[in-house]
């Protein structure tokens, strides 16, 4: 009985950092997000074989494939109903877009910027930049034009 006791012990301790590991928020949250709505698009130009685009809007903090429906999530997200995956989100509060580079060309400032994923399962050459307004993380996402897959890296990488 000793043994189980301190068993429960040491899981109810833990399981307040399990919950927090679980939970995606502030820079975890916005780097799912932008991994969802690639791994969407580029689904979407393989599956109906047409090139597909996700439209960034910097100054609003939103970013989508277009043309997509979804049910929405209770962060604002929309989520596809049949992949599950993210096709529009906004960034979470603490979140900052500071670079949006497309094929070497800033967007950063810019009402809108688009990239295409191909039917092929390529995409437009991308690197998006994001801080954490609290903790000064900040994440790199590489969108490889090759495969049109997202790699996410420390920015100095």
Do not use: C
């Amino acid at each position: 009985m000793v043994v189980v006791a301190i068993i429960g012990l040491v899981a109810a301790m833990g399981l307040p950092s399990i919950f927090k590991a679980l939970q995606k928020e502030g820079m975890r949250k916005a780097v799912s997000d932008v991994e969802g709505v690639f791994f969407s698009a580029r689904e979407q130009a393989i599956i109906f074989n047409k090139t597909v685009a996700v439209t960034f809007y910097p100054r609003e903090r939103k970013f989508g494939v277009d043309g997509t429906t979804g049910t929405a999530g209770a962060d604002g997200s929309i989520v596809n109903t049949h992949s599950g995956r993210t096709v529009m989100a906004t960034l979470p509060e603490g979140v900052v877009l500071y670079g949006l580079g497309i094929y070497r060309k800033d967007y950063t400032t810019s009402d809108w910027a688009k990239i295409y994923f191909n039917p092929d399962g390529t995409s437009d050459e991308a690197i998006i930049l994001l801080s954490d307004k609290s903790g000064g993380k900040s994440e790199k996402i590489t969108l490889e034009y090759a495969t049109g897959m997202p790699v996410v890296s420390a920015v100095d990488q």
